[in-house]
């Protein structure tokens, strides 16, 4: 039997248990030094003066940076931007320059013997500021701007259209016409960013959580202006990320300033609160839907106009209005995008940029089209499946959408769901039933990878890709396994380091379509070369043909592509989530007691793996819901509940019973596995499903999330 599609517990889960797993903030050289930030309590404006007198005379400091004495970087433009980076706008240059652009700006970088010595020397620096320009601190629709054309060509335009659907909408018998807002949310994963750089000549190695050492690697070596070669990033463990380390974010361009000018190494860690105005965020959002029906239920008209978040330096546009486009039929069809600009750090994807989002306004606003019709919400759904992706125009690569409805309801036990709300009571409680579709949009990109056939009988395998939880190291451990005929514990791999061959980012859940195949290329290059080795002798103990041979190693590396697929099909990943909740009646407290996801996610090459993936996008999905809510103070232009302990995220007493279940399924297309990519596609739906059951409990709509017991009461 195939070691893909078995239930294998992670490979790196005794090192990370035991603490032989080290993330980038714990690698210490020699005569490291610590680095803190001074940062803008203002959001917009001038510093008019920096005194760093204080700070540097404070004990231990031996280098205070600021804008008045730092190095000027040249920040050389790319080529052509990565997807990880705004499509338009000019990077944060961090100590370039007296200009303001959001409160937690860094202003000054204080390098001391230790942390606490880096941290006081940090809280010494006074800055007066001339707030001049006024700051853009509201987030108000009515001052968005359309996406630009550069957003454009990557297909989150200003506007996409299909046919008459303003005029369907006015026609239209049953409509529906509301607005849906979602909160700004941080990623906050267990592990705060952090960079350890250390020069040696102009060359620079950094130790630097990222869910992309190659592209660390390019950047710096922009913003230094040095060659590619010269930098090298090491990240073999990433404690959780969501998104928030795809990019290369201002901390990892402070810590090595700080390394070179002090000439020692330098380690920049971030604090929980600089996790809110460092590293990006999902920006809040506004969505107005507008949908037309027959009194059948056949959608006639779908419209969405989307607004979202970004900076006044930068523009953040990210797929919002992919579910609006793609999850059901209707032949008349408009979608909007337009951002406010705001002085904020530039937002970021968070776990299913955009899709997620997207999906919370059009799922609540499809329940309550069910709601106007009196029909059962999968009915609906049913109703309007979509036997080709109706925005591109293009048939389905695989599609079992409806095999999801059917297993998920039967799991979750739908049947018995009253389609009156308000209809079932239990003691203090009101209990309600929901459900909303998933989809996520799978990609692929062009990999590398190494295998060298070891004299100890051993294979190690290299791929600079990364592991921010989803299990990278166990599943490629998994792929290279069943390529080469060896039990799993002979196979060793290794990611997150810029000398290995390179992958693109470990995001967008793609990195199972695009590592898997490119390791099962390498592996059938090096059982080749081996077989030449050989001469006929079996090769099964390929040790035994390395001492006869008298070599230390055989190996070989080869790379995969995706081919013509993703232009000729659209190809997604697919799920229907269920979600019960009870309402306590007097306190309107929400407690999400039970939740079912049934998905077409391709072919699933570690079960264990990826029902852990998709409970995990259910907790998250449940903070989307009910908790989590960046509270945003438009006076001052800054987080008012900056801290892990105000900024709420479920906990365990939060958590019941969730399960998730995969329909069998293989993805022909997209890569030679068979996969379609998990991860993102976990979170998808969840909120919208759990909302859409807080109305079936109350019959109250809240359609702001989160749904708070102060939103419920006033609802
Ligand atoms: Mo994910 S938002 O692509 O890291």
New binding site residues.
């Given amino acids: 039997m195939s070691v893909i599609g078995s239930p294998v517990s992670r490979v790196d889960g005794p090192a990370k248990v035991n603490g032989e797993a080290h993330y980038a903030g714990e690698f210490a050289p020699k005569d490291l030094l610590y680095a803190a930030t001074a940062d803008s309590t203002c959001p917009a404006g001038t510093i008019v003066t920096l005194d760093t007198r204080d700070a540097a005379r404070a004990p231990g400091v031996l280098l205070v940076l600021t804008h008045l004495n730092a190095d000027r970087l040249p920040y050389q433009e790319p080529a052509e931007r990565v997807a990880?980076d705004p499509v338009a706008g000019a990077q944060l240059r961090v100590l370039d320059g007296p200009a303001i652009l959001f409160s937690g700006q860094p202003i000054a970088l204080v390098v001391a013997r230790t942390q606490a010595q880096a941290e006081y020397g940090a809280s010494l620096v006074p800055a007066p500021y001339d707030a001049d320009p006024p700051a853009k601190l509201r987030f108000d629709p009515a001052l968005a701007q359309p996406t630009s054309e550069a957003a454009a060509k990557k297909k989150r335009g200003p506007e996409t259209r299909k046919g008459d659907a303003e005029g369907a909408f006015a026609r239209a018998p049953v409509t529906l016409d509301e607005r849906y807002r979602l909160s700004r949310e941080q990623h906050h994963p267990m592990e705060p960013h952090a960079t350890v750089a250390e020069w040696t000549g102009d060359r620079l190695t950094l130790w630097s959580k990222t869910?992309w050492v190659g592209n660390e690697r390019d950047e710096i070596a922009r913003r230094f202006g040095l060659p590619p070669a010269n930098v090298r990033v090491i990240n073999p463990y990433v404690g959780g990320?969501?998104?928030?380390?795809?990019r290369t974010w201002p901390h990892v361009t402070l810590a090595a300033m700080a390394a070179r000018r002090a000439r020692r190494p330098v380690r920049l860690e971030l604090t929980r609160r600089q996790l809110f105005t460092f590293v990006g965020h999902r920006g809040q959002s506004e969505q107005h839907v507008r949908l037309g029906a027959d009194p059948n239920g056949r959608l006639l008209a779908t419209i969405c106009e989307a607004t979202g978040q970004t900076s006044t330096y930068e523009e953040f546009a990210e797929p919002l209005l992919g579910p609006a486009g793609a999850t059901y039929a209707c032949d008349d069809r408009l979608t909007r995008y337009k951002l406010v600009p705001m002085n904020v750090n530039t937002p970021?994807?968070?776990?299913?940029?955009g899709w997620a989002t997207g999906l919370v306004a059009q799922e609540m606003a499809m329940d309550e089209l069910a709601e106007r019709l009196g029909m059962d919400p999968i009915e609906l759904r049913l109703r309007n499946y979509a036997e080709r992706d109706p925005m591109k125009d293009l048939p389905w690569s695989s599609k079992a959408l409806r095999e999801c409805y059917a297993q998920g309801a039967e799991r979750f036990g739908w049947s018995k769901r009253p389609l009156k709300p308000r209809a079932r009571r239990d003691g203090r409680d009101l209990v309600g039933l929901g459900m909303a579709t998933a989809i996520y949009d799978s990609g692929r990109y062009p990999t590398s990878a190494s295998v060298a056939l070891l004299p100890d009988g051993t294979a190690l395998v290299r791929c600079a890709t990364a592991d921010?939880g989803p299990g990278t190291y166990t599943s490629m451990t998994q792929v290279a396994a069943d390529a080469l005929g060896l039990p799993l514990a002979r196979v060793r791999f290794e990611l997150g380091d810029s000398t290995f061959p390179p992958a693109k980012?470990?995001?967008?859940?793609?990195t199972m379509a695009s590592v898997g195949p490119a390791i099962q290329e390498a592996c059938g290059a090096v059982k080749a070369k081996l077989a030449g080795v050989a001469d006929g002798a079996p090769i099964t103990d390929f040790a035994a043909v390395l001492r006869r041979a008298g070599l230390d190693r055989i190996e070989a590396e080869a790379s995969a592509k995706p081919d013509d697929a993703m232009k000729t099909h659209s190809i997604n990943g697919f799920g229907a989530v269920f979600a019960e909740v009870r309402v306590d009646v007097d306190l309107c407290t929400i407690r999400a007691t039970r939740i079912v996801g049934a998905y077409d996610a391709g072919r699933i090459v570690n079960p264990k793996l990826a029902h852990s993936q998709c409970i995990g996008g259910m907790v998250q999905g449940i903070g989307m819901a009910l908790f989590e809510d960046v509270e945003w103070d438009e006076h001052l232009g800054r987080v008012s509940n900056g801290t892990i302990a105000e900024y709420i995220v479920p906990v365990n007493a939060d958590i019941h019973d969730l399960d998730a279940i995969f329909v069998d399924t293989r993805e022909p297309l997209l890569n030679p596995l068979g996969v379609k990519g998990v991860?993102?596609l976990g979170l998808c739906g969840v909120a919208p499903a759990i909302a859409n059951a807080v109305w079936h409990a109350t019959g109250k709509r809240v359609r702001n999330l989160p749904i708070t017991p102060d939103r419920l009461l006033t609802a």
């Fill in positions: 990880v869910q990320a969501f998104g928030s380390s795809l970021c994807p968070m776990r299913g940029p921010m980012e470990h995001g967008g859940s793609t991860a993102e």
